[in-house]
């Protein structure tokens, strides 16, 4: 995790509360994205969207919040299921290299959090 912008320490305290929040909310989201990436493997497109949107919050949020690796793998995975949904490119093997790559950098998040 980055350092919290240079701000008072009352700013400073609630930036890092926000990130913990944010951090500890990665088993419930990493939960969602695995069953919508399911769902959508068997043909339910509102759920490849689902997944899609929740990549596509990770990579914003995750970016915003210093967590730079988790942001990129994020993108990434966002990229790949957005060419999905729209039938321009994307496969299920690119889509699962990148979701274990959006697991593994917020499972690293969650086990060094304070």
């Known amino acids: 995790m980055s350092s919290p912008p240079s701000y008072s320490p009352h700013h400073q305290a609630r930036y890092l509360e926000l990130v913990s929040q944010y951090v500890d909310s990665f088993p419930e989201k990493l939960a969602v994205l695995e069953r919508a990436m399911a769902a959508g493997r068997e043909g339910n497109v509102a759920a490849l969207g689902e997944a899609r949107e929740v990549a596509h919050r990770m990579h914003g949020t995750a970016g915003c919040y210093g967590l730079r690796e ?33 697991r593994a950098m917020a499972e690293a998040a969650f086990r060094s959090r304070t």
């Open 70 to 102: 988790l942001s990129n793998a994020a993108a990434v995975l966002d990229d790949v299921l957005t060419q999905m949904k729209r039938g321009i490119g994307g496969t299920w093997t690119e889509a699962d290299a990148a979701a274990s790559l959006v």
